[in-house]
């Protein structure tokens, strides 16, 4: 069984930064993906829109609201994988969540909420 925790979201004025944390646990036997996915405020899980992902390999692939402005990062030896956000903007404002992906099955944390706001 994997889990995953997010952490590290809250309230931050436009143009701000925040780094959001995901601690993962369990045994996972084989290649795996992160990714940071957000659901805005009034949207169905149905309309949550990937951020950023990246494959154990190192490649990367960006959304283009976060191009130039987020980092997605991992650490496979701590578990833990990292979204950066730099410059926020209001229409960010959103539950932020990661999933890990392996063999075709999708583990999700509980999200972490995100408000940018003056």
């Known amino acids: 069984q994997v889990q995953l925790v997010e952490s590290g979201g809250g309230l931050v004025q436009p143009g701000g930064s925040l780094r959001l944390s995901c601690a993962y646990s369990?045994?996972?036997?084989?290649?795996?993906?992160m990714t940071w996915y957000r659901q805005g405020p009034g949207k169905s899980r149905a309309q949550r829109e990937l951020?950023?992902?990246?494959?154990?390999?190192?490649?990367?692939r960006y959304k283009a609201f976060a191009q130039d402005r987020f980092t997605i990062s991992r650490d496979d030896a701590k578990k833990m994988a990292y979204l950066q956000m730099n410059s926020l903007r209001p229409e960010d404002t959103a539950v932020y969540l990661c999933?890990?992906?392996?063999?075709?099955?999708?583990?999700w944390g509980q999200g972490t909420q995100v408000t940018v706001s003056a």
């Open positions: 951020v950023a992902e990246m494959r154990q390999d190192g490649y990367i």
């Open positions: 369990g045994t996972i036997s084989s290649d795996y993906t």
């Open positions: 999933s890990l992906r392996t063999r075709g099955f999708d583990y």
